[in-house]
């Protein structure tokens, strides 16, 4: 089955209001056995693009998992991303900053992890943390050794968003594709894989009361998000909003994504020259011998 993504796709200019955007929606899969079928097929075929995003070598792919916590970014990318090439995929996860990181400007430490030509990136969290988390808790956000006169400035979080559009842009320019995802959870989805992951101790490590605490932010989340779609899906880097209560479902909304975007890409391998293919007649028949 062919999942349409447009209607997951934030139009650029478009205000979002988040509780006017699905959490669930009807499954794209009829049984646990048709999910792992059409998974497995949009992996094989991303295996292949992936192999001619490599040998093409003119694009970089960057996708970018943002969301609130278990709403299944780690699965999602452990699940589609399963059967690609590890030499050529680079996922970091960005916690809590250095002392090295603070002292630099907020999008200094996610630049340096930016993937090569003929690569893919994930970023699990990014530098929209910078407009997120910083933005709930102010303390992150003094903790930043910024000018007085930027911490004092009315527009800061308007600045942010310029700066991380020009990035963007930049990128785009330069040959990288962004692919924003917002992994779309209900509070009440959230309480039950809480209480999930209490109840299972292989799952303990997972919970810390720090998670109740930003569960009690949740209205502040939700409104620091929407600015942050609004102000930043654009045309080159759209965000996409995935519900994400049936981890099943978003996953496979993800790998539609991935592949049209891959598609879209019209790769090649690069045809040999004619002095290189004489070259290679001359090789083979040395071999030949």
Not at 41 to 55: C, I, P, T
Not at 72 to 83: F, L, P, R, T
Not at 229 to 257: G, I
Request: glycine share 4%; net charge positive.
């Amino acid at each position: 089955m062919k999942i349409a993504i447009k209607p997951f796709r934030v139009k650029e200019g478009a205000t979002v209001s988040l509780k006017h955007c699905p959490t669930r929606v009807a499954p794209y899969y009829s049984s646990k056995h048709d999910y792992q079928k059409q998974l497995a097929e949009h992996v094989g075929f991303m295996s292949a693009r992936q192999n001619l995003l490599y040998a093409d070598n003119r694009y970089a792919l960057l996708l970018i998992f943002q969301a609130m916590d278990a709403a299944g970014k780690d699965g999602a990318i452990k699940h589609v991303m399963s059967g690609l090439n590890p030499q050529g995929c680079q996922v970091y996860s960005f916690k809590q900053p250095s002392a090295e990181e603070r002292n630099h400007d907020f999008l200094w430490r996610t630049t340096r992890c930016l993937p090569e030509r003929g690569r893919i990136g994930i970023f699990n969290r990014s530098y929209y943390e910078e407009v997120l988390i910083a933005r709930v808790h102010p303390e992150v956000l003094a903790g930043q050794h910024l000018p007085e006169e930027s911490l004092k400035d009315a527009k800061l979080w308007d600045h942010r968003f310029r700066s991380i559009n020009d990035l963007e842009k930049h990128l785009y320019r330069n040959g990288t594709r962004i692919i924003k995802f917002f992994l779309h959870l209900s509070k009440e989805e959230q309480r039950q894989r809480f209480l999930a992951r209490i109840d299972d101790p292989d799952k303990n490590w997972k919970f810390s009361r720090s998670d109740i605490e930003e569960r009690g932010l949740w209205k502040s989340y939700m409104t620091a998000y929407e600015e942050c779609l609004s102000a930043t899906s654009t045309e080159h880097a759209p965000w996409y909003v995935v519900p994400a209560d049936d981890k099943e479902n978003a996953r496979l909304v993800v790998s539609q994504v991935l592949l049209e975007v891959l598609d879209g890409l019209k790769l090649n391998c690069p045809k040999p020259s004619v002095s290189h293919r004489g070259e290679l007649q001359a090789i083979r028949k040395l071999l030949a011998k």
